[in-house]
């Protein structure tokens, strides 16, 4: 009986502790940074309500309780190193951006970005997202496959930012000219005289 007792005992004494080993574990993941990136289609806001702009979303959650410090966020056309997208070229968040723990953030580029480069050497090639944090971590993800409806896309919001230049331009053009200041001053002239 003894015995039996003891062995129960330490065997509850071993579940305590490799539960109290796990919640450490457990505790010590959730305290720092946890990163995590979702990427998806979606309209974007160009300059007010009225005109939108199609292109690709980028959410950046931080699961963790540490703040995290995004420094750079990338858009490459694989396999083509050079073809990338600067993070001056993307609506959001000034980088580098402090990302608090349990928040996220989200950036936007626009696809006529793409329009720059040659649509044959593009089509069916996959856009590639690397975010860069403080701590030096690169974590990348697969973005979009550029299909026909993405360069359809393309050239659609091209037409529309052609159509809104001439608006502007046109709207520039009809503004009335201000007229000429006058050299002279209320009093200088006489009433009644005019001159021929």
Same mark, same amino acid.
């Given at each position: ?23 450490? /574990? ?8 946890? /990163? ?24 950046? =959650?931080?699961?963790? @309780? ?28 000034? @980088? ?8 996220? $953030? ?14 044959? !050497? ?5 856009? =590639? ?20 409806? =993405?360069?359809? @896309?393309?050239?659609?919001? !091209? $037409?529309?930012?052609?159509? @809104? ?28 005289? =005019?001159?021929?």
């Amino acid at each position: 009986m003894r015995d039996a007792l003891t062995r129960v005992i330490a065997l509850a004494a071993l579940f305590v502790s490799l539960c109290s080993l796990a919640i450490s /574990i457990l505790t010590y993941r959730r305290g720092g940074a946890r /990163i995590s990136i979702e990427t998806g289609y979606a309209k974007i806001n160009h300059t007010d309500r009225s005109f939108w702009l199609d292109g690709l979303r980028v959410a950046i =959650t931080n699961k963790g @309780l540490a703040s995290a410090q995004i420094t750079n966020i990338d858009f490459q056309v694989q396999p083509y190193p050079h073809l990338k997208i600067r993070p001056s070229d993307l609506y959001g968040p000034e @980088l580098p951006h402090k990302l608090d723990g349990h928040h996220s $953030e989200v950036w936007q580029f626009p696809f006529i970005l793409l329009a720059r480069f040659d649509p044959d !050497r593009i089509f069916g090639k996959q856009v =590639t997202c690397a975010v860069e944090l403080g701590s030096g971590k690169k974590i990348e993800r697969k973005a979009w496959v550029i299909t026909r409806k =993405t360069l359809a @896309l393309i050239a659609a919001d !091209r $037409e529309k930012l052609q159509r @809104l230049a001439a608006a502007q331009k046109s709207s520039e053009a009809v503004t009335p000219i201000a007229q000429p200041a006058t050299s002279e001053e209320p009093g200088d002239a006489e009433e009644g005289v =005019t001159s021929d």
